[in-house]
């Protein structure tokens, strides 16, 4: 397997869950507000997440023929724009909720790699994104494949 196809079926099981907005499969960056809008806001609310690998460990054993274990740990941040009316701390948790769960019911990632850590664990706090006062979540997710060669 590869990074690249480990990111890719994590950007697609985020995408899938209900409620969701937009997704990047890597931390993304604008300092113009046309493409801020179009990055990170979907039906004109701020609703984003990006997965981001923070390491890397490799692991080979053997030679020729051998076999390579290779571990990336993940964050996986969502910001959804604060609106008490509406209650969005509850329906920001309930996202988080049903990201964690995306991963939780399937821990091989459909056959590309295996989620090593268990229990997966997020981190909430309130900041400011691009002038919008947002719930932050970061996930911590590992992921483990095998290359073989």
């Known amino acids: 397997m590869s990074l690249s196809t480990v990111r890719?079926?994590?950007k697609t099981m985020i995408e899938a869950v209900t409620g969701i907005g937009t997704v990047n499969d890597y931390k993304?960056?604008?300092h113009d507000w046309a493409t801020y809008k179009d990055l990170f806001q979907k039906s004109n609310k701020l609703n984003t997440w990006e997965i981001q690998r923070n390491t890397v460990t490799s692991d080979p054993y053997g030679g020729s023929g051998g076999r390579e274990d290779r571990t990336h740990d993940f964050i996986i941040r969502g910001f959804?724009?604060?609106s008490d009316d509406l209650a969005s701390e509850k329906t920001f948790h309930d996202l988080v909720d049903l990201v964690i769960n995306a991963f939780r019911n399937k821990p091989d990632l459909d056959g590309i790699?295996?989620?090593v850590n268990f229990p997966i664990t997020a981190n909430f706090v309130e900041a400011m994104f691009g002038g919008v006062l947002c719930h932050v979540a970061e996930i911590q997710?590992?992921?483990s494949e095998r290359n073989l060669f």
């Open 113 to 115: 790699a295996n989620i």
């Open 141 to 143: 997710l590992s992921v």
């Open 80 to 82: 959804y724009a604060v």
């Open 28 to 30: 993304r960056y604008t």
């Open 8 to 10: 890719s079926k994590m």
